[in-house]
């Protein structure tokens, strides 16, 4: 059976190997890998639990732990590993809560260059493909910890976890802006200011009908993205007609009374906000002004997009969806000035910049040409004074990491693909999207709305210390061996154990099903959560020498 899921999910991938499991080193201590589970069906197409914890004590015995970044739960109790797993969750497809940078570091730091470190240390990090949150936080610390440039160590990940010709490791835009800031915190004494922060409008150039625009932000220190305002119609301000404007965006300056918007739209033909071919022409330049203030708790603001188009029969159709995130510590050049960030500020964005759907480029039709965000600081409604802000500085060795709370392990299992994100397709009416501006006319979607696979998943690989092809735990014979392919039931506590699809039971439910009986009645759900990984690879090192090693695996 396991044999069989695997070759569905390859798809136009490359076949994954058999006896493999999914997990690359990206250099001699850091070792990357899609989120292992411990339940069916799960486990017939990820990395078993038991396989991966097998493999890891063969090659490193007990020096070895967990970093894993899934608010959506693990899919395996901590016991599994012996605990030696940390916890920082933050939801897929989105950038960390910053605030989190600094621990994670640090408790990375420490276990790979403590005091009682013995030779040969590694730490794993995972997430759910082993891709975007994973290759955030390998990538951080190369650049804050190693001293690698933010270039050299996004190459070195794409070169070590990515087939020739499948694109980046780490490919949303909002995860690559935070790589970026995080080189800034590194270059200026890894200091960070927590901050509240108070978005007072959005600007949109080009905006079309139907688009709901909603300002959200991370919770419970990042396991959550919470909605904390969405913007209707009587918030609206329409400036202009069809010509997509222009904007001089408004300083930062201390003294500046924002907002302003008066002298801001100007009718402009910039070429770069003209639209494609097949795009929908024109639209509005429109002022979003929220009725009461909009505080978020963290410097960390998302704006999220959609677009929905009328249906029939309480049905609306979703053609767009896009969300940007970015940080206003960063913005307001924080870190270049002794943590002294801007009071206030603006950010900006063009369309194709933003990020699409589930990870990948995909957004629908286009929604809007451009975007700007006016925020300031977060002032006491008493005193009108700004509210106190919190430093946040990297652990010093030997002092104690804060780790936040993990989800619990088994939402894994039961966690919807499209929970932390909107994707296109038929809704249902909502009252709650009465208040926003309503499409005029029912649009022909044609392929825009394909439901698929998630893109950002194709082209991923693995390979082992030595450059192996795919990594083995056959520790009884030391020779590469991963999870059996065969269908007879077995002892060994590392390879699958399956006797037959009507014979393995699923934990979960009101009763016990098959992987026989989720096969036939789940199929569609299980193809469309299940990613090959396959993984071709060299050994790991240091961003110069090993670079140079790297050529033949490249992008071209």
Avoid at 114 to 133: E, F
Avoid at 511 to 526: I, M, P, S, Y
């Amino acid at each position: 059976m396991a044999s069989i899921l695997r070759q569905i999910v390859a798809g136009p991938r490359q076949k994954h190997p058999e006896a493999g499991l999914d997990l690359c080193y990206v250099t001699d201590n850091i070792i990357a890998t899609s989120g292992p589970s411990s339940t069916f069906p799960q486990k017939a197409y990820r990395n078993p639990t038991d396989a991966l914890v097998k493999f890891l004590d063969y090659k490193h015995g007990s020096e070895w732990a967990i970093w894993e970044f899934r608010a959506e739960g693990t899919g395996y109790p901590d016991s599994e590993v012996y605990g030696r797993i940390r916890h920082f969750p933050w939801p897929d497809h989105h950038p960390p809560p910053f605030a989190l940078i600094p621990n994670i570091m640090a408790s990375m730091r420490d276990w790979l260059s403590g005091p009682d470190t013995n030779i040969g240390r590694v730490v794993v990090v995972h997430c759910k493909a082993g891709k975007g949150r994973s290759g955030t936080a390998a990538c951080s610390y190369l650049i804050s910890e190693e001293g690698w440039k933010p270039e050299d160590a996004l190459l070195r990940f794409t070169s070590r976890r990515m087939r020739l010709g499948f694109g980046a490791g780490v490919s949303i835009p909002s995860q690559l802006r935070w790589i970026r800031y995080v080189d800034r915190w590194t270059k200026n004494r890894k200091l960070y200011v927590e901050r509240q922060v108070e978005v007072l409008e959005v600007h949109v150039w080009g905006l079309r009908d139907g688009v709901k625009v909603a300002v959200q932000g991370f919770v419970e220190e990042g396991r959550k993205i919470k909605n904390f305002h969405t913007f209707s119609r009587h918030e609206r301000i329409i400036i202009e007609g069809k010509d997509p404007p222009s904007v001089t965006s408004p300083t930062t300056s201390s003294d500046q009374n924002l907002p302003l918007h008066d002298n801001k739209f100007q009718s402009s033909s910039n070429p770069e906000l003209s639209t494609q071919s097949g795009d929908e022409v024109g639209g509005n330049a429109v002022i979003f002004r929220p009725a009461q203030p909009i505080t978020l708790p963290t410097n960390d603001v998302k704006i999220d997009l959609e677009r929905r188009n009328k249906a029939t029969y309480g049905w609306t159709m979703v053609t767009s969806v896009a969300h940007v995130w970015f940080n206003a510590f960063f913005e307001g050049q924080g870190p270049e000035n002794n943590g002294a960030a801007a009071p206030n500020g603006v950010f900006e964005i063009q369309w194709d910049a933003m990020d699409g759907i589930k990870g990948s480029a995909r957004k629908g039709t286009k929604a809007l040409d451009r975007i700007a965000i006016i925020w300031r600081l977060a002032e006491s409604r008493s005193s009108g004074e700004p509210l106190l802000p919190r430093i946040i500085t990297e652990p010093k060795q030997g002092e104690p990491v804060h780790e936040p709370e993990p989800a619990d392990w088994k939402d894994a299992k039961h966690s919807n693909l499209t929970a932390m994100g909107g994707d296109l397709g038929l809704r249902a009416a909502s009252p709650a999207n009465t208040g926003v501006s309503q499409a005029n006319s029912l649009r022909s979607m044609g392929s825009s709305i394909t439901e698929g696979e998630e893109d950002y998943l194709v082209g991923v690989k693995s390979h082992g210390l030595n450059g192996e092809e795919h990594i083995s735990h056959d520790v009884d014979s030391g020779v590469a061996a991963g999870v059996s392919d065969s269908m007879s039931a077995t002892s060994d506590p590392g390879v699958l154990k399956v006797a037959s699809p009507e014979s393995a039971p699923v934990v979960g439910g009101e009763e016990e099903k098959t992987v026989g009986e989720v096969g036939l009645k789940n199929v569609a759900g299980v193809i469309a959560e299940m990613k090959d990984l396959k993984i071709d690879s060299e050994r790991g090192g240091t961003a110069g020498e090993e670079l140079k090693k790297d050529k033949q695996h490249m992008p071209g």
